[in-house]
């Protein structure tokens, strides 16, 4: 078992920065990635990026060049850097971690509001 729990999320104007936070505990040496995720109001949850265990990071297309991610393994914490944010970037952002044979878990999200 693993729990994800997401902060860090805010209202802020079109062009400014948030850093988002997912902490994880319990069998987080089982944890094969950990990737970010968010849900506009009527869209579907989106893929936004991911690291693995090894390091290796992926990237939405939407958000390329914009968002970073990066992890702390001594806080068992990965940390989403979003700058240059646009209205579109608006959405409660969801972490979720691979865990041992491909279960996942989910965090109960954090709102990011975006104003234009």
């Known amino acids: 078992q693993v729990q994800l729990v997401e902060s860090g999320g805010d209202l802020v104007q079109a062009g400014g920065s948030l850093r988002l936070s997912c902490a994880a505990s319990?069998?987080?040496?089982?944890?094969?990635?950990i990737g970010w995720y968010r849900q506009a109001p009527g869209k579907q949850r989106e893929f936004v990026a991911s690291i693995g265990r090894d390091g290796a990071t992926s990237y939405a297309d939407s958000v390329k060049g914009r968002y970073t991610i990066s992890r702390d393994n001594a806080k068992n914490t990965v940390y989403l850097q979003m700058n240059s944010l646009k209205p579109v970037d608006t959405a409660v952002y969801y972490c979720?971690?691979?865990?041992?044979?491909?279960?996942?878990?989910w965090g109960q999200g954090t709102q990011v509001t975006v104003s234009s």
């Open positions: 319990g069998s987080t040496v089982s944890i094969n990635a």
């Open positions: 979720r971690a691979n865990v041992g044979l491909g279960y996942l878990y």
